[in-house]
C-alpha cells in the first residue's frame, strides 16, 4: 500500500511566475485535500475533492488559486502570479469514503515552495 | 478565539517520563478529532483518532476526550528521544459537505535523554 506522493518536493520560483504541484492520492482513496502550512503553524484547509468534484473551497483560495482532478485519481494545484507571501509547505492528503476510519487524512511529503 | 487552541512549548520531558498534551476547541459540532506528529521538515504523520468520550489507548500513546467540556488530550508514556517533534491537534467538525480538517498550531516536544 503506497503513500500519498507529492511532486515536486521542493520548488523555487520567481515571483510572478506560475507554478503546478501535483498530487498522488492512496490509490483506494476517493477523498482529496490540499493544506497549506508556513512555519510555526498548524496545516491549513485550502480545498477538497471526492472523486472528481471539488466541494469546498477555502477563502485562503484566492483567484490565483486553482486545483483539479480531472479523472477523480491524481490532482494539481496552481498557482498563478506568485507572490513571496505564497511561500509555505503545501500539503496534499487523502482519505477513504467509506470503512471505520472514513475521516482519518494521511498527508503525502509536501511540496515546499520559495518565491524569490 | 481561535478554534483549535495548542500550548506551543516547547514541552521538555525527560526520557522514560509522560508527556502530556492538551488542546481545546470552540466548535461544538466537532465529533472527530486526531492527533498527528511532524518532525521538523517533515509532513504530518497521524498518530491517534479519537470519536467518543473516554480514553483510546494504542501502544505508548493515550489519546482523552471531553466533549462536555471541549478538550482533548494525547500521553505519551515511556518517552524517548525520537519521540520529540511537534504535535498537532486536528477538528472535523460534521457539515453538510465540509470534511476539513481544522488545526491547532502544534506542541514541541522534546524529549532529553
Known amino acids: 500500500d503506497t503513500g500519498v506522493s507529492q511532486d515536486p518536493r521542493h520548488k523555487i520560483t520567481k515571483r510572478g511566475q506560475n507554478v503546478t504541484f501535483r498530487c498522488d492520492p492512496i490509490?483506494?482513496?476517493?477523498?482529496l485535500y490540499w493544506y497549506r502550512q508556513t512555519l510555526g503553524q498548524g496545516p491549513e484547509f485550502l480545498t477538497y475533492?471526492?472523486?472528481?468534484?471539488?466541494?469546498?473551497k477555502s477563502r485562503l483560495l484566492s483567484d490565483r488559486f486553482s486545483a483539479e482532478r480531472p479523472k477523480g485519481s491524481f490532482s494539481t494545484l496552481e498557482i498563478q502570479r506568485t507572490e513571496q507571501g505564497d511561500s509555505a509547505m503545501y500539503l496534499c492528503?487523502?482519505?477513504?469514503?467509506?470503512?471505520?476510519?472514513?475521516?482519518?487524512?494521511?498527508f503525502g511529503p509536501g511540496t515546499r515552495l520559495t518565491v524569490t | 478565539q481561535k478554534e483549535v487552541e495548542q500550548n506551543s512549548g516547547p514541552l521538555s520531558v525527560p526520557e522514560g517520563a509522560i508527556a502530556s498534551l492538551n488542546c481545546t476547541y470552540s466548535?461544538?459540532?466537532?465529533?472527530?478529532f486526531f492527533w498527528y506528529r511532524q518532525y521538523s521538515g517533515k509532513s504530518p504523520e497521524l498518530i491517534m483518532s479519537?470519536?467518543?468520550?473516554g480514553d483510546k489507548e494504542d501502544g505508548r500513546f493515550t489519546a482523552q476526550l471531553n466533549k462536555a467540556s471541549q478538550y482533548v488530550s494525547l500521553l505519551i508514556r515511556d518517552s524517548q528521544p525520537s519521540d520529540s517533534a511537534t504535535y498537532l491537534c486536528?477538528?472535523?467538525?460534521?457539515?453538510?459537505?465540509?470534511?476539513?480538517?481544522?488545526f491547532g498550531g502544534g506542541t514541541r516536544v522534546l524529549v532529553k535523554p
Open positions: 492528503a487523502s482519505s477513504p469514503q467509506l470503512g471505520t476510519k472514513p475521516y482519518e487524512q494521511y
Open positions: 490509490s483506494e482513496h476517493n477523498r
Open positions: 475533492f471526492q472523486n472528481e468534484a471539488q466541494l469546498e
Open positions: 466548535d461544538r459540532g466537532s465529533q472527530s
Open positions: 479519537i470519536y467518543s468520550n
Open positions: 486536528a477538528v472535523k467538525v460534521i457539515k453538510a459537505a465540509g470534511n476539513k480538517l481544522t
